[in-house]
């Protein structure tokens, strides 16, 4: 095993690699940038180094300064966390070149599988189903069109390239096709440097249900049972669990068997997720694999009990699984919500900022991978996310009810948070149904408002606060630098370029 | 005790009456509350309310206002006269200016001194936690500065593009 190694991320993911590593006696190497000198995941490392300033090039995403890093600290290995350059084929190489251990999937298995037209034809090649459409970009306009006619619309353009909605669109008709496909490809080039485009069917209500997969460097491959992960926003996924309400004992095995034959096809090594799109009647299709460890993963340790980063780790030590797929145990039930520094009553309008009070909720069957404290300063440069609160328990229901329990346990105070969002999420009628497809949000969420039968409670605790709490009395605030606040300036701006 | 507090958009009046030991009545609208509180450490609140589940509340005092954390719900309630203060102060708020939402930092800038905007125009592009904001002219008129560079980091109220109204008034 390692003795030490070096993770290439920050925030709550790195600070739950790093709680692992410390049960495994490996000690730890955190990187950082100047704003993130009083970062959570600096204070638990066994040491720390400065990349330097805070724009992500300059520090997160400096593949040279991290493996310097490494080198300088006598790390033997690099976590990349998700995000940054986790999927970066060319950070795992120069990780490889520079003499350590890069601990995820080799940089060849990467490229192919970032290349969505090259994973498509891989799958197939595999036996893998993949959704009708093209196995190679065009952007040909005849060709597009005749490929048009044969996949049938409504259909989907889709970046090459890329992901997370940048340069996909949805096509309904024949003369819509053109002009859509010059949008597509220019997003894709600005967004990704590539302007690749294919098509594919577009299909109508689908869950987003993915597998994760464990692959030694010897050859065995498992799966870990899938994750229901359809309740999303812009594309980003905030609310997941497992069991997914939609599978039944012979879907889950056809589909966990498509999963490993996905991560056969490919050459998988270590943790990884093959996503897939489920329609109504049962029928499934690869949509992509994740090359890395995922944020929902919690839920995934919760149901087997299996401790997915120290399975990481023995995998880039070439240590071979020590289970095989009959040995991989399923209990209970787990839900994962994100808590991000966002808005919801605003868009999901990111909210940086300090946190002026935190208690972390805590209890039976409650877990909170976390990246923040009271005091701290969320920065604007990186991705909003502040921890993941997870619940198990016994049943579906129970996991809901803890769920609802332990979101009103968590107290995050000076930023806004989704907290009460997601508590009406999970206990809104489909939701406790089962009926969650990708466009949950859109459908049921677009005009959510907080609920205003809490207001006067909240009016008399302000007036309690000023009465019992005079030392800390709002009054104070009249002297110090008036910042407006967002809603204060909200005026003429919008999403997007 | 008399307050008057904002929640969001909605004010409300609150009359407050302290008693003997922590106890209180109080009134919003058509909605009273009686009971006993404590602070049991910083930040924490304890309500036994009368006939009613007991209230526990964390606070935290910002320069903007009270954060309030009750039944699992934040809000931040603010002093309503005081918050008109201020906003008259600053001449009606940010909303007639472009300054971003939140914290920011510039990755795109398109307007120049002496440019004429009409309403709506793209002036900024701000980027915050990997989100991208387009900052556009709160009316029409022309150019008369421009504050900010790309790569500079921008706050609410930072004025990053001084516009002169057009005569006409075309501002809706």
């Given at each position: 095993m390692f003795e030490k190694i070096l993770i290439a991320n920050r925030g709550e993911i790195a600070v739950r690699i790093m709680r692992t590593a410390r049960e495994m006696g490996v000690r730890t190497v955190a990187v950082y940038s100047t704003v993130d000198a009083q970062a959570l995941h600096v204070l638990t490392a066994d040491e720390a180094v400065c990349l330097g300033d805070p724009e992500p090039a300059q520090s997160y995403l400096h593949s040279e300064k991290i493996i310097a890093a490494a080198k300088q600290t006598g790390a033997k290995a690099v976590h990349p966390g998700y995000?940054?350059?986790?999927?970066n084929p060319a950070f795992a190489q120069a990780v490889v070149d520079a003499g350590l251990t890069f601990i995820g999937p080799p940089a060849s298995v990467m490229a192919q599988l970032g290349d969505k037209t090259q994973a498509r034809r891989l799958m197939q090649s595999g036996g893998v189903p993949i959704i009708p459409g093209m196995t190679s970009a065009d952007d040909d306009p005849a060709r597009l069109a005749e490929a048009a006619e044969e996949i049938g619309y409504p259909l989907l353009i889709k970046a090459a390239?890329?992901?997370?909605?940048?340069g996909m669109r949805v096509v309904?008709?024949?003369?819509?096709l053109a002009a859509a496909a010059k949008q597509a490809a220019s997003e894709a080039k600005s967004a990704f440097g590539d302007g690749a485009i294919y098509l594919e069917k577009f299909l109508a209500k689908p869950r987003h249900v993915e597998f994760q997969i464990l692959a030694d460097a010897h050859g065995n491959v498992v799966h870990l049972y899938e994750r229901e992960c359809?309740?999303?926003r812009r594309h980003q996924k905030i609310v997941e669990e497992t069991?997914?309400?939609?599978?039944d004992d012979a879907l889950r095995a056809r589909m966990g068997e498509a999963a490993v034959a996905a991560a056969k096809a490919a050459g998988y090594v270590n943790a990884g997720t093959v996503e897939f799109l489920l329609n109504g009647d049962g029928e499934f299709y690869f949509l992509e694999v994740n090359t890395r460890l995922q944020v929902e993963h919690p839920i995934t340790e919760a149901i087997t009990g299996l401790d997915l980063v120290r399975q990481q780790l023995h995998i880039a030590a070439g240590e071979p699984l020590s289970?095989?797929?009959?040995d991989i145990p399923r209990r209970g039930h787990a839900i994962e919500c994100r808590i991000y520094a966002e808005d919801p009553e605003n868009n999901f309008l990111p909210s940086p900022g300090k946190i002026l009070f935190h208690r972390e909720p805590t209890g039976p069957g409650v877990r909170l991978d976390n990246g923040v404290y009271t005091g701290f300063e969320v920065p604007v440069?990186?991705?909003?996310?502040?921890g993941k609160l997870v619940t198990w328990a016994e049943d579906r229901p129970a996991a809901i009810a803890r769920m609802t329990r332990a979101l009103s346990e968590c107290v995050i105070l000076g930023v806004k948070t989704p907290i009460e969002y997601l508590r009406a999420v999970i206990n809104a009628p489909a939701f406790v149904a089962g009926?969650?497809?990708?466009d949950f949000l859109a459908e049921h969420f677009a005009d959510w408002r907080p609920d205003v039968d809490a207001d006067n409670a909240a009016r008399l605790a302000y007036a309690l606060h000023e009465t019992l709490a005079p030392a800390a009395a709002?009054?104070?605030?009249?002297?110090?630098?008036e910042a407006p606040s967002p809603w204060q300036t909200l005026g003429h701006w919008h999403l997007g370029k | 005790m008399q307050y008057k507090l904002k929640i969001g958009e909605s004010i409300a009046d609150l009359e407050f009456t302290p008693e003997e030991k922590g106890r209180f009545t109080a009134r919003v609208g058509e909605e009273t509350f009686a009971g006993q509180a404590h602070a049991p450490q910083p930040h924490r609140l304890h309500v036994q309310l009368d006939g009613a589940p007991a209230l526990d509340v964390y606070t935290a005092p910002s320069a903007e206002g009270l954060w309030v954390w009750t039944q699992g719900r934040a809000r931040l309630v603010q002093d309503a006269e005081r918050t008109e203060r201020r906003t008259s102060r600053r001449?009606?708020?940010?909303?007639?200016?472009?300054?971003?939402?939140?914290p920011a930092t510039v990755v795109a800038l398109t307007a120049e001194v002496g440019q004429r905007v009409a309403k709506g125009d793209a002036l900024v592009v701000v980027s915050a936690m990997k989100m991208e904001f387009t900052l556009t002219a709160p009316y029409a008129g022309e150019v008369t500065a421009v504050n900010t560079k790309v790569g500079e980091k921008a706050n609410p109220?930072?004025?990053l593009v001084e516009i002169a109204p057009a005569e006409e008034q075309s501002d809706g």
């Amino acid at each position: 095993m390692f003795e030490k190694i070096l993770i290439a991320n920050r925030g709550e993911i790195a600070v739950r690699i790093m709680r692992t590593a410390r049960e495994m006696g490996v000690r730890t190497v955190a990187v950082y940038s100047t704003v993130d000198a009083q970062a959570l995941h600096v204070l638990t490392a066994d040491e720390a180094v400065c990349l330097g300033d805070p724009e992500p090039a300059q520090s997160y995403l400096h593949s040279e300064k991290i493996i310097a890093a490494a080198k300088q600290t006598g790390a033997k290995a690099v976590h990349p966390g998700y995000g940054f350059l986790a999927e970066n084929p060319a950070f795992a190489q120069a990780v490889v070149d520079a003499g350590l251990t890069f601990i995820g999937p080799p940089a060849s298995v990467m490229a192919q599988l970032g290349d969505k037209t090259q994973a498509r034809r891989l799958m197939q090649s595999g036996g893998v189903p993949i959704i009708p459409g093209m196995t190679s970009a065009d952007d040909d306009p005849a060709r597009l069109a005749e490929a048009a006619e044969e996949i049938g619309y409504p259909l989907l353009i889709k970046a090459a390239a890329g992901g997370g909605g940048k340069g996909m669109r949805v096509v309904q008709a024949p003369g819509e096709l053109a002009a859509a496909a010059k949008q597509a490809a220019s997003e894709a080039k600005s967004a990704f440097g590539d302007g690749a485009i294919y098509l594919e069917k577009f299909l109508a209500k689908p869950r987003h249900v993915e597998f994760q997969i464990l692959a030694d460097a010897h050859g065995n491959v498992v799966h870990l049972y899938e994750r229901e992960c359809s309740i999303q926003r812009r594309h980003q996924k905030i609310v997941e669990e497992t069991p997914s309400p939609a599978l039944d004992d012979a879907l889950r095995a056809r589909m966990g068997e498509a999963a490993v034959a996905a991560a056969k096809a490919a050459g998988y090594v270590n943790a990884g997720t093959v996503e897939f799109l489920l329609n109504g009647d049962g029928e499934f299709y690869f949509l992509e694999v994740n090359t890395r460890l995922q944020v929902e993963h919690p839920i995934t340790e919760a149901i087997t009990g299996l401790d997915l980063v120290r399975q990481q780790l023995h995998i880039a030590a070439g240590e071979p699984l020590s289970f095989t797929q009959d040995d991989i145990p399923r209990r209970g039930h787990a839900i994962e919500c994100r808590i991000y520094a966002e808005d919801p009553e605003n868009n999901f309008l990111p909210s940086p900022g300090k946190i002026l009070f935190h208690r972390e909720p805590t209890g039976p069957g409650v877990r909170l991978d976390n990246g923040v404290y009271t005091g701290f300063e969320v920065p604007v440069q990186y991705d909003p996310i502040l921890g993941k609160l997870v619940t198990w328990a016994e049943d579906r229901p129970a996991a809901i009810a803890r769920m609802t329990r332990a979101l009103s346990e968590c107290v995050i105070l000076g930023v806004k948070t989704p907290i009460e969002y997601l508590r009406a999420v999970i206990n809104a009628p489909a939701f406790v149904a089962g009926e969650t497809y990708t466009d949950f949000l859109a459908e049921h969420f677009a005009d959510w408002r907080p609920d205003v039968d809490a207001d006067n409670a909240a009016r008399l605790a302000y007036a309690l606060h000023e009465t019992l709490a005079p030392a800390a009395a709002i009054t104070t605030g009249e002297t110090r630098r008036e910042a407006p606040s967002p809603w204060q300036t909200l005026g003429h701006w919008h999403l997007g370029k | 005790m008399q307050y008057k507090l904002k929640i969001g958009e909605s004010i409300a009046d609150l009359e407050f009456t302290p008693e003997e030991k922590g106890r209180f009545t109080a009134r919003v609208g058509e909605e009273t509350f009686a009971g006993q509180a404590h602070a049991p450490q910083p930040h924490r609140l304890h309500v036994q309310l009368d006939g009613a589940p007991a209230l526990d509340v964390y606070t935290a005092p910002s320069a903007e206002g009270l954060w309030v954390w009750t039944q699992g719900r934040a809000r931040l309630v603010q002093d309503a006269e005081r918050t008109e203060r201020r906003t008259s102060r600053r001449g009606g708020g940010g909303a007639k200016e472009v300054t971003p939402p939140t914290p920011a930092t510039v990755v795109a800038l398109t307007a120049e001194v002496g440019q004429r905007v009409a309403k709506g125009d793209a002036l900024v592009v701000v980027s915050a936690m990997k989100m991208e904001f387009t900052l556009t002219a709160p009316y029409a008129g022309e150019v008369t500065a421009v504050n900010t560079k790309v790569g500079e980091k921008a706050n609410p109220g930072d004025i990053l593009v001084e516009i002169a109204p057009a005569e006409e008034q075309s501002d809706g």
